[in-house]
């Protein structure tokens, strides 16, 4: 089985200030790591996927991850944050092979953007 | 292109009481998923369906059901409601393309028990 964990569960920041938004998971099996955003009462959307290739992925709205086989790590960062960034990101991952397509998600971490 | 619909957006309903929600994915998506966010247990997985066919499941009890549709519109069906039930429910469509494809979601469907 997998499992997801986001290390923060609240991150206040200023304005134009960096972030990062720590996530590590476990499983046995390859998986695919997913970083998505909820915006109140809003669905869930994709900021950047890790299939494969190159450990540094980037995303919609300047942000990126690294993905760290070693440390089993994918950690999403933006160098500078706005106010309309202030949303939920969840973390996910999925197995990469076999018929069992669900998204295992962290409990969440709430970035908070302040002026 | 439309996004994924999901009716209704808000529900309240008594304890005993049984629910359906429905899922509407984008136009040419077989995979359709739901999931339930709650405050103590986060998102966690129901179930997946494809082609009508019910393809995955999570650890839920019996009393949570769903189904496809051949336009592959989904419902999912809560019998005697508990109050542990108050959630908003997610649906996710993905397309065929393998499972390297998008996972897109709904608004959810926020569903309160009294």
């Known amino acids: 089985a997998q499992s997801v964990t986001q290390l923060d569960s609240q991150v206040p920041v200023f304005e134009e200030a960096p972030v990062e938004l720590r996530c590590n998971y476990s499983?046995?099996?390859?998986?695919?790591l997913f970083w998505y955003v909820q915006y109140p009462n809003q669905g869930l959307q994709l900021l950047l996927k890790?299939?494969?290739?190159?450990?540094l992925v980037k995303g919609i709205n300047g942000f990126e991850a690294e993905f760290n086989k070693s440390q089993t790590s994918f950690h999403l960062r933006k160098p500078s944050v706005h106010i309309s960034d202030t949303a939920e990101y969840f973390c996910?991952?999925?197995?990469?092979?076999?018929?069992?397509?669900?998204?295992?998600f962290g409990k969440g971490t709430l970035l908070t953007v302040n002026p | 292109k439309a996004g994924v619909t999901q009716t209704p957006r808000y529900l309240i309903k008594t304890r005993g009481q049984q629910v359906t929600l429905s899922c509407s994915p984008i136009?040419?998506?077989?995979?359709v998923s739901w999931y339930q966010q709650t405050p103590g247990q986060g998102l966690q997985f129901l179930f997946e369906?494809?082609?009508?066919?019910?393809?995955n499941k999570g650890n839920f009890p019996g009393r949570f059901s769903g189904r496809q549709f051949s336009n592959s519109r989904s419902e999912m069906n809560v019998s005697t409601l508990e109050l542990g039930d108050s959630a908003l429910y997610l649906c996710?469509?993905?397309?065929?393309?393998?499972?390297?494809?998008?996972?897109?979601f709904g608004q959810g469907t926020r569903l309160t028990v009294v």
């Open positions: 136009s040419g998506h077989r995979s």
């Open positions: 499983s046995s099996v390859s998986v695919y």
């Open positions: 996710a469509s993905r397309g065929d393309r393998g499972r390297n494809t998008e996972a897109f």
């Open positions: 996910a991952v999925s197995l990469s092979g076999g018929s069992n397509y669900k998204l295992t």
């Open positions: 890790y299939l494969s290739g190159s450990t």
């Open positions: 369906y494809f082609s009508e066919t019910q393809r």
